[in-house]
């Protein structure tokens, strides 16, 4: 019972995240920042809200993702999601993108407003996230390696058994800082961003979530969405 409502708790963030990329897509060039402002609050909110109800799961099927297809888990997963580092590479991307684009109109002037025209003290935020982010991305892969190479296992009292639950509680708490760092990393890059530098950013990361997907369904064996 818990596999299904797991299940279909993903199939409902992914069909909500589908729709916010659509709404982001449309209002991206909207004249209205506080349109944009409040899609944007509404995408971080629906990460943040799959991130609260997954701490509620048995962190084994959170690990395992059975509701994912194989090439999900082999390429794209870091303990059980994204890297928190992708979205920072896919703002440089995007942004390198646009500025070779529109080179010639910054060189005479004229801004666009969009990510590729980060300024300096963007690009130094940017950096430093960046940075701050590969040292915990570290830490964390560092303490589930220990986990799974059973350092530090507790022995159940009384006996020499493994403390299977202890073992799971460590699962947990490594999973959960891992969502947090991903949300964490998701707010402060919306933060360092205007509007309508945030929404294409977000464009872009529902983009490649929703790719995998497909690219997964299409060519492994994953389930139907």
């Keep these: 019972m818990e596999l299904e409502a797991a299940t279909r708790r993903f199939h409902l963030w992914?069909?909500?995240l589908r729709s916010l990329r659509r709404d982001l897509s449309s209002a991206r060039w909207s004249d209205d920042p506080a349109q944009l402002e409040a899609l944007v609050g509404r995408f971080v909110a629906h990460l943040e809200s799959y991130c609260a109800a997954r701490a509620e799961l048995d962190p084994v099927w959170t690990l395992s993702a059975p509701w994912a297809s194989p090439a999900e888990r082999g390429a794209a997963y870091w303990l059980a999601g994204w890297r928190p580092t992708t979205l920072v590479h896919l703002l440089y991307t995007e942004s390198g993108r646009r500025?070779?684009?529109q080179l010639p109109d910054l060189l005479l002037?004229?801004?666009s407003g969009n990510l590729g025209d980060l300024s300096p003290a963007q690009l130094a935020?940017?950096?430093e996230l960046q940075r701050r982010t590969v040292a915990e991305e570290d830490a964390l892969s560092r303490e589930m390696a220990e986990v799974?190479?059973?350092h530090g296992v507790v022995v159940?009292?009384?006996g020499g058994e493994l403390d299977v639950r202890g073992l799971v509680r460590r699962v947990r708490a490594v999973l959960?800082?891992?969502d947090a760092l991903r949300l964490r990393t998701m707010k402060r890059a919306v933060e360092i961003l205007q509007p309508a530098q945030a929404a294409e950013l977000l464009v872009a990361a529902a983009d490649m979530e929703i790719g995998f997907r497909e690219f997964g369904l299409k060519y492994g064996s994953g389930r139907d969405q």
Aim: charged share 35%.
């Design 125 to 127: 935020q940017v950096d």
């Design 109 to 111: 002037g004229v801004r």
């Design 176 to 178: 959960d800082r891992a």
């Design 156 to 158: 159940a009292p009384g």
């Design 14 to 16: 992914f069909r909500g």
């Design 148 to 150: 799974q190479e059973g």
């Design 99 to 101: 500025l070779e684009a």
